[in-house]
């Protein structure tokens, strides 16, 4: 195998003459061939052009990780960078630009969102489950069809974007059952969690293992990593106590409960993100994250 621009003639007469050689040494038999399969992979284009070290207008993956004084387009972790590919058929040509890349890092970010939204939910939940509903039994069936259509893809010549798109599906899927309410059920959220954990590991980035040593740091499989540092803890320390401060402060003032609630969304926005944790007020209340990089 190799680029598309080998089909013909190179791989047609490495075929023809390996044939030729294998059928004599076999007395005419066909049964000794050589090769069944090429795999021709398409080219990789920058600025319209084909990236050609001739035209001196290739990127190397050192470039795409770190930047240099002539990389010119955001720069991704090794995760992104094979999200990127996965985005794009082997098969065809593909575009590297700004906007594509951008759109890796937005597919990234909700893969980490969607592992974390399950960490906090598994966190959250009571030991004893309510009898599951025809709810649940309908998202379980929507996780089968996600893991049957996501098989149908990679077996199809290996169609990764149209893998990643049934993950896209499946994230999209559980995010509607769990916010449904309190209905969701543990069970059927590690499955979903698991389907997208193993796809993910087929196509090299790593959730929990992988069966390559090859593949990339993954997400975590829904496990919230909690620090243990004592830095960490000093600093979180040392914005609740002055948080703390700041409300007593605040409650000798005319408006309380304005420089209260505008201390309340420092916490959330300025304070809290520093340490790397999200906090998301909802209906039921808050529940914080943390924010992976």
């Given at each position: ?70 990389y ?7 995760r ?5 590919f ?6 065809g ?117 992988a ?32 948080f703390?401060?700041?409300v ?46």
């Open positions: 195998g190799g680029g598309i621009d080998l089909k013909f003639p190179h791989h047609e007469n490495e075929r023809a003459q390996s044939e030729s050689l294998r059928r004599a040494e076999s007395c005419g038999s066909c049964c000794n061939e050589w090769s069944s399969l090429f795999l021709h992979t398409g080219h990789l284009h920058i600025k319209g052009r084909k990236m050609s070290k001739s035209l001196k207008n290739f990127i190397t993956i050192d470039m795409a990780l770190s930047g240099g004084p002539n010119e387009f955001p720069v991704l972790t090794p992104q960078l094979r999200l990127l996965l985005s794009h058929r082997y098969t040509p593909m575009e590297f630009t700004s906007e594509l890349i951008n759109e890796t890092i937005v597919l990234d970010r909700q893969f980490l969102e969607f592992f974390a939204n399950i960490g906090v939910f598994m966190d959250n939940q009571k030991l004893r489950e309510k009898k599951w509903d025809v709810k649940d039994v309908e998202f379980m069936n929507k996780i089968v069809s996600v893991e049957e259509s996501t098989n149908v893809c990679l077996r199809n010549d290996f169609d990764t974007p149209g893998a990643l798109e049934q993950l896209r599906r499946m994230m999209k899927e559980t995010n509607v059952y769990m916010n449904a309410g309190d209905s969701a059920k543990v069970g059927a959220i590690s499955e979903a969690s698991a389907v997208v954990s193993k796809y993910l590991g087929i196509l090299g980035i790593n959730c929990a293992n069966p390559s040593n090859y593949a990339v740091e993954g997400y975590g499989d829904g496990k919230m990593t909690k620090t243990n540092s004592l830095s960490d803890l000093n600093q979180v320390l040392d914005i609740l106590t002055k703390r401060a700041d007593r402060q605040s409650m000798r003032g005319e408006n309380a409960k304005k420089e209260i609630f505008d201390l309340c969304d420092r916490l959330r926005d300025v304070d809290m993100p520093a340490m790397k944790v999200k906090i998301e007020d909802r209906k039921d209340g808050s529940i914080w994250k943390r924010i992976e990089t």
